[in-house]
């Protein structure tokens, strides 16, 4: 078997892969209409007041999650150090963190490294931020003195999730969907 690499013309052939599926691997996961501004709102986990999640993967075997963060309130959200990366995209509204120079505003994406400390403040002048977040490992909340005062895993994420769905009437089956 060659191990050359595939020419530069991709296969024009409209035929499906034939061959037998790889094992152990997991079903794709399509999150229909996850950007749209009018789902139901029932989709929204609430998180603290005035701030909301909606979760698109939840995936407990490699320790992530992404979801949308959704805060109708401006102030400072939480301060927390990351335990692994962090990828943001803001779809709507603005952030920032205090120890840093620049703003997250819509259209912009944001790497945060792991070990990064930082204290998420939404401006008096947004109505509403929106970001994607997509987060490695685990979120430990400090103080200001970098005092851990409380941890956020895809586990914390997936309980909230659940028992949010499940008191709504979405069901545990809706929650469960996102789980890999």
Request: charged residues 20%; proline residues 7%.
């Given at each position: ?160 999730a659940r028992t ?17």
């Amino acid at each position: 078997m060659s191990t050359a690499a595939p020419s530069a013309r991709p296969d024009q052939d409209a035929v499906p892969y034939a061959g037998d599926p790889l094992p152990f691997v997991v079903d794709d996961l399509v999150v229909g209409g996850a950007l749209h501004e009018d789902v139901d709102e029932r989709l929204w986990v609430p998180q603290a007041p005035g701030v909301d999640f909606r979760p698109l993967l939840l995936n407990v075997t490699q320790g992530y999650w992404v979801n949308i963060l959704r805060v109708r309130r401006s102030g400072i959200l939480s301060r927390h150090r990351h335990a692994g990366p962090v990828h943001a995209l803001t779809l709507m509204g603005r952030w920032h963190y205090l120890e840093h120079d620049w703003w997250a505003e819509q259209g912009s994406y944001a790497f945060e490294p792991p070990g990064d400390i930082h204290t998420l403040e939404v401006p008096d002048d947004c109505v509403e931020m929106r970001t994607l977040f997509h987060v490695s490992g685990a979120y430990i909340y400090v103080d200001v003195d970098g005092t851990p005062v409380g941890v956020e895993d895809v586990f914390s994420k997936l309980t909230a999730a659940r028992t949010h769905y499940e008191s709504t009437g979405l069901g545990l089956d809706a929650v469960d969907a996102l789980v890999r």
